[in-house]
């Protein structure tokens, strides 16, 4: 159960720390790729790096969110097995400790994880609205009248961008699911629905 738990803690661990690059650093992308998902979306080259940086974050961290599954199922098949269903076994209270620690640990990589990801994606919001501030503010030079054709191109910019946010702002995958849905809440109810389970012998002492 250790060595399951430090592996999906290391994953994780790695993962905030290539999240946090993800946002420091300018990615390069293959120029086929790019291409291709500009006009899928319709979009300019220039701003879909930043809409793929968000998409990549989000299919990774759905990856690595899974695994936070595999030790609770681990400490829900020994605090079951500790029941005296099956023999005359004892919880004991330096076991308890050694369990809540590790929940800790696991639930505390798992906010790290999502809280890392939410703030890269603010930023990115962030780069996008700048660049929708800088594009609607452009004026003509002094004593220039703006043709149409630049009129419209800003306007097509406006929408490209207003278009991207929105992507953004909507994508609910990996660490961008919502709170209810992330994988650390699915497999507290697990545990919770293991731990009455467990409970469950010592219901006589209701009645």
């Excluded at 999502?114 to 603010?122: I, L, N, T």
């Excluded at 629905?193 to 469950?200: D, F, I, Q, W």
Aim: some cysteine.
């Amino acid at each position: 159960m250790i060595f399951l738990i430090f592996f999906v803690v290391d994953a994780t661990r790695l993962c905030i720390c290539w999240i946090k690059a993800m946002g420091r650093k300018k990615l390069v992308w293959d120029e086929t790729m790019l291409k291709s998902f500009s006009e899928k979306l319709n979009v300019n080259p220039e701003y879909t790096r930043e809409w793929l940086k968000i998409k990549l974050i989000a299919e990774r961290t759905q990856e690595i969110g899974q695994l936070i599954y595999y030790p609770f199922i681990i400490i829900i098949l020994m605090l079951i097995s500790r029941s005296t269903y099956f023999d005359n076994w004892g919880f004991p209270q330096a076991l308890a400790i050694v369990v809540m620690i590790n929940l800790a640990i696991l639930s505390s990589v798992a906010v790290l994880l999502r809280k890392q990801a939410e703030k890269v994606r603010q930023e990115t919001i962030g780069n996008l609205e700048h660049e929708l501030v800088k594009i609607s503010g452009c004026r003509a030079p002094s004593g220039a009248n703006r043709t149409d054709q630049e009129l419209k191109e800003q306007k097509c910019h406006v929408e490209q961008i207003n278009k991207l946010l929105e992507e953004i702002r909507t994508i609910k995958v990996g660490a961008f699911r919502s709170v209810l849905d992330q994988p650390l809440l699915r497999a507290g109810l697990i545990l919770l629905g293991g731990l009455g389970l467990g409970l469950s012998e010592y219901s006589f002492l209701l009645w």
